[in-house]
Structure formats: structure tokens, C-alpha cells
């Protein structure tokens, strides 16, 4: 055997150690680290995606109330539309001192979530009671459309007016009757 003096045991023994740290800090430590910064990693874009589905889940909420609210607010607007309309033109009428002959309904046009309903009105009024009418239809809140005006007779100072005026009726069911 080779006799190796206590100096080079030393300095053999160091060298070992520098080599075990540096093979175990590149095998071990390297990857002992890689992998914790990944998990780090991984974590915050874990927090932030739940973060993110947070928000979502609550904005869904807050979209599904307000869809609640207006579907009940369609369905108020179906039930009384079409009554209100006519209630609206009645009072119309009323404040332009116009005599009515007949309403009738003419048609209801479907059109997927709305509907346009069609009324042919008979009136007896001087002609600045009609104008009155066509002025205040045309600044009703209400989307009106009046269609074809006919003035059949004049008679001392009173026309005879046939008209059709038409509203839209938003969220309404199919009609079963006068349906084009």
C-alpha cells in the first residue's frame, strides 16, 4: 500500500467534499430548486385563476338577477301592452276632443321575441282636432305607426278620418287569432 502522509489525506479529503457538494448542489440542489420555483409558479397562477373564477361566479350572479328583473319586466310589459295601447289612444282621443266611430283590431305580425299589432280606427273631427291626434301620437312615448290616413266626407267643418295605427308589443306569445 502507498503511505499517504496526513497533509495529502487532508487535501484528498477536502477535494472529495468539494466534489460530493458540488455533484450534490448540481444533481440535488438544482433540481430541489427548479422544482420549487415551478410550484411557485404553478401557485400564483393557481391564485390568480381563482381569483379570476371568483369574479366570474360573482358577475354571473349579478347577470342572473338582473336577467330575473328583466324577464319580469317583460312579462308585466306582455300582460298590459296591448290594453295599455288602446287605454293610450283612448286618452289621446280624449285630449283632442275626437269623436271615435270604431276601433278594430286589423292584425298581429310575429317577429320572433316581439310582435306588431295592428288597429283600423274611425274617427269623426275637425281637421285641427286630427292634427292635435297626429301630434300627440307622433310625441307618445310609445313606438306608434300610423299608417294609411283616409278623410271619406266632410260636413260642416267634421271629417271623417279612417286610419291604422300600429304599436310594437315586446316579449309577447303568439296570438291565436288575427295572426298574418
Not at 11 to 29: C, D
Not at 40 to 54: K, M, W, Y
Not at 115 to 138: G, H, K, T
Given at each position: ?16 467534499s468539494v466534489l460530493g457538494l458540488l455533484l450534490l448542489e448540481r444533481v440535488w440542489w ?25 369574479r366570474l361566479i360573482e358577475n354571473r350572479k349579478l347577470i342572473e338577477k338582473e336577467w ?113
Amino acid at each position: 500500500m502507498i503511505a499517504v502522509s496526513k497533509r495529502e489525506r487532508i487535501l484528498l479529503v477536502l477535494t472529495l467534499s468539494v466534489l460530493g457538494l458540488l455533484l450534490l448542489e448540481r444533481v440535488w440542489w438544482r433540481r430541489l430548486h427548479a422544482a420549487w420555483t415551478k410550484a411557485d409558479e404553478q401557485f400564483a397562477q393557481s391564485q390568480t385563476e381563482l381569483s379570476r373564477a371568483q369574479r366570474l361566479i360573482e358577475n354571473r350572479k349579478l347577470i342572473e338577477k338582473e336577467w330575473a328583473q328583466m324577464q319580469e319586466q317583460i312579462e308585466r310589459t306582455r300582460k298590459g301592452t296591448a290594453a295599455s295601447f288602446q287605454a293610450h289612444l283612448s286618452r289621446l282621443e280624449q285630449e283632442a276632443r275626437i269623436a271615435e266611430k270604431s276601433r278594430k283590431p286589423l292584425r298581429a305580425e310575429e317577429h320572433g321575441s316581439y310582435r306588431v299589432e295592428a288597429f283600423q280606427l274611425q274617427l269623426q273631427c275637425s281637421l285641427e282636432q286630427l292634427v292635435r291626434f297626429l301630434d300627440a301620437l307622433d310625441s307618445s312615448e310609445r313606438f306608434v305607426r300610423v299608417g294609411p290616413l283616409r278623410i271619406t266626407s266632410v260636413k260642416r267643418g267634421e271629417l271623417d278620418v279612417h286610419m291604422e295605427v300600429s304599436t310594437l308589443v315586446f316579449g309577447a306569445p303568439p296570438t291565436k287569432e288575427g295572426t298574418t
